[in-house]
């Protein structure tokens, strides 16, 4: 039978999605989310800001605190997508919405174009990284990327034996194979972009499974694995997802978002969810203990207790872990989490006067550390958002918003309170990173994100799966459900399968 009531803890991404599916698999159950904060959506937050611009006019944009963009490759996501496109314009013919999306072409800069900024070398600025042989051979990069490349499929096997679940850093697998400088800069660049975390803490097997299996699949070598894949045909997807061909009119995309941001998928949820008679939505209440009562839960919260037959955690492990009062479950604190402060600067020039077109840059770990850092202000990477979305700020093409992600494994950044203060001192760092003056932004917008971006170290998978195994067992005996970034994946895809998958084991005991 299906669960007579389902709560659920936290309204960001993956506890929207939830409810959203669970409402569609029990349609007579009733659903509650609790939400701590006084809004939903998570670290999904966009908003929109106005200035002034020279000649008297205002400007607008959108300006994203927390995920930037989106991949067309997930079906979850586009399926959110074009339910969000069919409840905003009440059609099922989705062929004439497509305008509600701003897709980056993969043949555009904003695509192809991505830098990095090598501040540990004697002629410090942008290299662009390449994406085609001619640019291998006459890029800076040369001597990092291809002696190691050549090289690699020639060395004997080197996969250690581990006691972290047969698993290992990120930067250790590329240090074995390719060796410690590629790992430094062209790795720990992109751990920075996605985890703002030191790629030597960060678990390959659940950050960068690809590189894990090519090894596997190339005997030892990775460069082997990746040309086997080439001809390996993909499984087919057996699973259904409701995107009405949606799919189809994303090809040939690189990323996409909405004209008034990503925040447009939360609210489409939060929208949809508020309108079904058996589903609760609470904010501003904060669960204070969970109680297993034999076939059902006690949930204590800031408004009194709630009774639920069955429960799905979104949280942070390291948060569910002291709600968790008389039976606790294993590796809920194992995990760091990784804090940025998200700097937006908008300028009232085009951006052929900023910086190059591109998708932007990231900046390798320094060669004598992150506490000793020839990159004092802790900077991570650049965003070209105009680049991207020029289509959600108006005029359009006379703005220029670029985001600097500054903080994760540097021990320090700049601490200086108000905003115009610190906008000045990053504005000459940008300066030092394009080698030109820049002129005064019309905005600067800064958000410090605290514990926003959960870190799987080695071993990861191993122990998601004993904390599987013991929501099966006595007093769980699988009605609690643990998902969110910091067990199945950080991006906003991730979580949005996750919350999709919710339940299914519920399903099927009906």
Not at 66 to 85: C, N
Not at 397 to 426: E, V
């Amino acid at each position: 039978m299906s669960p007579s009531k389902v709560t659920i803890l936290g309204g960001g991404i993956t506890g929207l999605s939830a409810a959203f599916h669970l409402s569609r698999k029990f349609p007579s159950t009733r659903i509650t989310l609790l939400e701590k904060s006084n809004r939903l959506g998570g670290w999904v937050h966009s908003k929109r800001v106005q200035f002034d611009i020279p000649g008297g006019d205002i400007g607008s944009a959108v300006l994203e605190l927390g995920p930037r963009t989106l991949r067309p490759q997930s079906k979850a996501l586009l399926e959110m997508a074009h339910y969000w496109l069919i409840q905003r314009r009440g059609q099922v013919n989705l062929l004439d919405l497509t305008p509600h999306l701003i897709g980056t072409p993969a043949s555009s800069p904003a695509a192809r174009n991505r830098f990095l900024y090598l501040s540990d070398s004697q002629k410090p600025g942008l290299t662009l990284i390449p994406s085609t042989l001619l640019g291998h051979l006459t890029s800076r990069l040369s001597l990092t990327t291809i002696p190691p490349v050549i090289r690699e499929p020639f060395r004997s096997v080197n996969r250690p034996q581990t006691t972290e679940g047969d698993d290992e850093s990120f930067d250790s697998i590329l240090s074995r194979r390719f060796g410690p400088e590629l790992a430094r800069v062209l790795g720990s660049s992109v751990i920075h972009g996605i985890y703002a975390t030191d790629s030597r803490n960060l678990s390959v097997k659940s950050a960068m499974a690809p590189v894990w299996e090519a090894e596997r699949r190339g005997n030892g070598s990775i460069v082997r694995g990746l040309y086997r894949s080439r001809s390996i045909k993909k499984s087919v997807d057996t699973e259904i997802y409701e995107t009405a061909g949606l799919e189809q009119s994303m090809k040939g995309l690189s990323v996409y978002s909405f004209r008034c941001g990503v925040q447009m998928l939360a609210d489409a949820l939060k929208e949809k969810l508020e309108s079904l008679p058996n589903v609760n939505l609470q904010t501003g209440s904060e669960v204070k203990s969970i109680r297993p009562l034999g076939d059902s839960y006690e949930v204590s919260t800031s408004f009194g207790p709630i009774y639920t037959s069955h429960l799905v955690s979104t949280i942070p492990l390291a948060t569910l872990h002291p709600l968790l009062t008389t039976a606790k479950l294993p590796h809920l604190r194992t995990n760091p989490s990784s804090s940025v402060t998200v700097v937006t600067f908008v300028f009232a020039s085009p951006p052929s006067q900023i910086h190059p077109p591109g998708f932007g840059y990231l900046i390798p770990r320094p060669k004598g550390g992150y506490e000793h850092s020839t990159n004092p202000e802790g900077v991570l990477g650049v965003v070209f958002d105009s680049c991207s979305v020029d289509e959600q700020d108006q005029p359009r093409g006379q703005l220029t918003k670029l985001t600097m992600m500054l903080g994760g494994p540097y021990p320090q950044i700049p601490q200086i309170g108000d905003t115009a203060s610190l906008g000045l001192l990053l504005l000459g760092t940008l300066e030092r990173h394009f080698g030109r003056s820049l002129p005064r932004p019309a905005h600067v917008e800064v958000t410090h994100n605290q514990h926003c971006i959960p870190v799987p170290t080695p071993g990861h998978l191993h122990r998601m799966g004993e904390l599987r195994e013991a929501l099966g067992k006595d007093p769980w005996n699988g009605r609690l459900e643990i998902v969110g970034a910091g067990v199945g994946g950080v991006s906003v895809a991730d979580c949005v399968e996750q919350g999709r998958n919710v339940g299914k084991e519920w399903e099927s005991q009906r």
